[in-house]
C-alpha cells in the first residue's frame, strides 16, 4: 500500500512524570478484510458453518459452540490447502482395517468419521 493512503494517528505522552511533552504522528493501516486473508477465512468458516445455523441464549453458549468448532477444527476437519490431511492428528492409524464409528459436536452438526484400531 503507498504511504500517501495511510492515515495518520497523533500520539500524545508523557515522558516520566515530570518530564517533557511530545508528540508525534504514526501511520495506521486501514483495517480492511485484505490484511489476513488466513483469519478472515476461518472467521467466514465459522460463520458458514457453525454459528448462523444455531440460536445462542448467552455469551456461554456461543463460547462452547466455538470452543466445540476450534476443536472440529483443528484436530478432526481435513484442509484442503494441506493435502486433505488434519492440523493436529490425535492418532495416527496405520492399517485400513476396522469398524468405522462416528464423533459428533455440537448435537450431530459436526461429524467426523475414522477407524478404530483392530
Not at 512524570?17 to 478484510?33: F, I, T
Not at 488434519?86 to 464409528?101: D, M
Request: with cysteine.
Amino acid at each position: 500500500m503507498p504511504l500517501t493512503r495511510l492515515r495518520r494517528r497523533r500520539v500524545e505522552g508523557r515522558k516520566g512524570r515530570c518530564g517533557a511533552r511530545h508528540s508525534h504522528l504514526l501511520p495506521v493501516v486501514s483495517m480492511d478484510g485484505s490484511r489476513n486473508a488466513y483469519a478472515e477465512r476461518f472467521v467466514r468458516t465459522i460463520k458458514e458453518s457453525c454459528l448462523e445455523r444455531m440460536i445462542f441464549f448467552g455469551e456461554d453458549s456461543l463460547r462452547n459452540a466455538t470452543h466445540n468448532f476450534v476443536a472440529h477444527y483443528h484436530t478432526e476437519r481435513n484442509h484442503q490447502g494441506l493435502g486433505n490431511r488434519l492440523i493436529v492428528p490425535i492418532q495416527s492409524i496405520a492399517e485400513n482395517t476396522g469398524i468405522v464409528r462416528r464423533r459428533q459436536r455440537l448435537d450431530g452438526m459436526l461429524n467426523y468419521y475414522d477407524r478404530n484400531a483392530a
